[in-house]
């Protein structure tokens, strides 16, 4: 593939994380539950079942982008993600809130790695992967501004009810599978001449080793998921937090919006810190974490949505600053699976942390 096609390729990516990201009732679904009726609770358990659900095929998903294809896998996952908004719009209770979530969480596991992979061998086979670090950086600002532009509109969800919020959802969805039609292949390092078990066993052999032999990128893994999913939970959270602290419905949106400005901020702060040592970089982002904890419990509407944009800088930086070395250090070849294990291991945290700030916030 040719500069200009590559180019062109890292676009759609960003065009396609641009549309996926566009959600209104996605951003504001524990808003929406909280609404319904449901429980802290019981959203608590909600996610966790995400988590289950993610966690169970994040590192099979990663395998099969490895063996299969990465567009075909982008292309799985944005099928994937209709089903799982169509789930939604008929759910009538706990157990098919649960299952929606469930398709929920494959349509993310079967992006998760591999767009990062896609993009990466996309700029490598031509050349110039040097420019990953700009691309994360964009992906991560796009993400964090359209999905911050949809929480903005989390009023307007409240207001529509779950049902039309969600089939919102379903026609940007559905652009968005349009989008991926357009991306093209690159071919990994994977021997087309085995057999598809065999080339899944080379993959999960290859990465087995990869992980055993890098203590580097064990530590990294583990501090970065622990960190991000303590900062997201927090932020999850802070959707129903702050009205019971006395926030009018109509400022949620802009309050959420305030503090995706933070996540957007934290990606383009990453270029600041580059060459900057990976464990100083995790202690000032842990420290932001810990201050929008702290906010949380001041009361504060104020302070709250402080903290939270704090919270959110500190999370965004550590994603793409950990999603960056991370991707210099990984072989071709098993590039999809391995950052599937770093979402496996969020996905952990995950679980066991919900149940916990369910309690906490309920």
């Known amino acids: 593939m040719n500069t200009e096609k590559t180019r ?3 676009k759609i990516l960003l065009l396609l994380d641009c549309t996926g990201c566009f959600m209104i009732a996605g951003a504001s679904w524990v808003a ?3 609404a319904r009726g449901f429980s802290a609770i019981q959203i608590g358990f909600a996610e966790s079942i995400f988590h289950v659900a993610s966690m169970s095929f994040e590192i099979p998903s990663g395998a099969i982008a490895d063996v299969f294809g990465r ?4 292309l799985a996952g944005r099928v994937m993600a209709v089903i ?10 706990f157990l098919s809130v649960a299952i929606a979530m469930v398709a929920s969480a494959f349509s993310y596991n079967l992006a998760s790695g591999t767009r990062e992979a896609l993009a990466y061998d996309t700029l490598k086979e031509a050349g110039i992967e040097r420019e990953y670090d700009k691309f994360a950086a964009n992906d991560m600002v796009i993400y964090q501004l359209t999905s911050s532009f949809a929480t903005l509109l989390a009023g307007l969800a409240l207001y529509l009810g779950y049902r039309r919020a969600y089939l919102a959802d379903l026609a940007v969805t559905l652009a968005s599978l349009w989008i991926a039609v357009g991306l093209k292949e690159v071919k990994s390092g994977l021997s ?3 057999g598809i078990v ?11 080793v990869f992980l055993k032999s890098n203590g580097a990128a064990r530590r990294m893994i583990a501090f970065s998921a622990l960190t991000s ?3 997201v939970l927090i932020l999850f959270f802070l959707q129903a937090r702050l009205t019971n602290v006395g926030l009018k419905g109509i400022w949620l949106g802009p309050a959420l919006f305030v503090m995706g400005l933070g996540s957007a901020l934290g990606a383009k702060v990453n270029g600041a810190v580059n060459g900057k040592s990976y464990r100083k970089v995790g202690i ?8 929008c904890i702290i906010s949380v419990f001041t009361g504060n509407i104020y302070l709250m949505v402080a903290g939270g944009f704090t919270g959110a800088v500190a999370e965004s930086l550590l994603c793409v600053r950990t999603d960056v070395l991370l991707n210099s250090m990984i072989p071709s070849e098993q590039r999809a699976t391995l950052i599937s294990v770093n979402s496996f291991t969020y996905s952990v945290f995950m679980i066991v942390l919900s149940p916990v700030f369910g309690v906490l916030f309920s």
């Open 84 to 93: 799982a908004t169509v789930l939604m719009i008929f759910s009538d209770g």
């Open 284 to 291: 000032c982002c842990a420290i932001g974490v810990l201050i």
């Open 192 to 194: 087309e001449e085995l």
């Open 32 to 34: 929406l539950l909280a």
């Open 229 to 231: 999913a303590v900062a």
């Open 71 to 74: 567009k075909k896998t982008l």
């Open 8 to 10: 062109k390729q890292i």
């Open 198 to 208: 065999r080339r899944f066993k080379e993959v999960a052999h290859e990465s087995a």
